[in-house]
């Protein structure tokens, strides 16, 4: 994919990343409960390695709903994302937090469920030299980059619908294609 415009990233930066549709497949029309359902991308701890040498932080912010529907506890959860951050680990990568939102999705306003704010919000209180305009939020749903865009970050649209993706900065067909547009090679 030719980009061109780069993201002039330094330790400065943070970047936000999604999980599901993102760093793993996403289970459609249901939900990653347990360590045999979830599948990393390949190319997933290799571009972690390459950002990680280029942004301060990276942070993980995502939906879990299931927990709120009873479909897995915050423990299953854990060991998902233990095997996630080894994996990246093991490749040089990291993941310096992550948040999750168990809150069911509903009509009324959720503060810390994206589109809401809390994770990013929370993520500052953890990270006080967190700048929003410093930042980039990188999702496959139009959620994601709703979230970004209120807190003032560039938005990066993984495979995403091109009728919707007009709202983020860079539309990108995978993670991978993401370090050339940080100027990574």
């Known amino acids: 994919m030719n980009i061109p415009n ?6 400065s930066w943070t970047l936000f990343l999604d ?12 939900y990653i409960s347990k ?19 280029v ?3 990276i942070v993980v912010v995502t939906n879990q709903q299931g927990i709120g ?7 299953d959860l854990q060991i998902l994302h233990d095997f996630m951050c080894e994996k990246i680990q ?13 809150q069911l999705d509903n009509k009324q306003h959720n503060y810390y469920r994206k589109p809401g704010v809390g994770m990013a919000l929370h993520a500052k209180t953890d990270f006080p ?7 980039v939020m990188v999702g496959d749903s ?23 993706s007009e709202k983020a900065d860079f539309l990108l067909s995978s993670l991978s294609e993401f370090p050339a547009l940080c100027g990574i090679i």
């Open 6 to 11: 780069k993201l002039p990233i330094d330790p």
């Open 19 to 30: 999980r599901d549709g993102v760093l793993n497949k996403k289970i459609d029309e249901s």
């Open 35 to 53: 360590l045999a359902d979830f599948e990393l991308f390949d190319f997933v701890p290799e571009v972690l390695a390459k950002l990680s040498a």
């Open 55 to 57: 942004f301060g932080r």
């Open 69 to 75: 529907k009873g479909l897995m506890s915050e423990m």
């Open 90 to 102: 093991a490749s040089g990568g990291r993941i310096d937090k992550i948040y999750f939102a168990p």
């Open 129 to 135: 030299e967190i700048d929003f305009a410093r930042s």
């Open 142 to 164: 139009f959620t994601d980059i709703l979230f970004g865009k209120k807190m003032g970050m560039k938005t990066v649209w993984i495979q995403g619908n091109p009728n919707a």
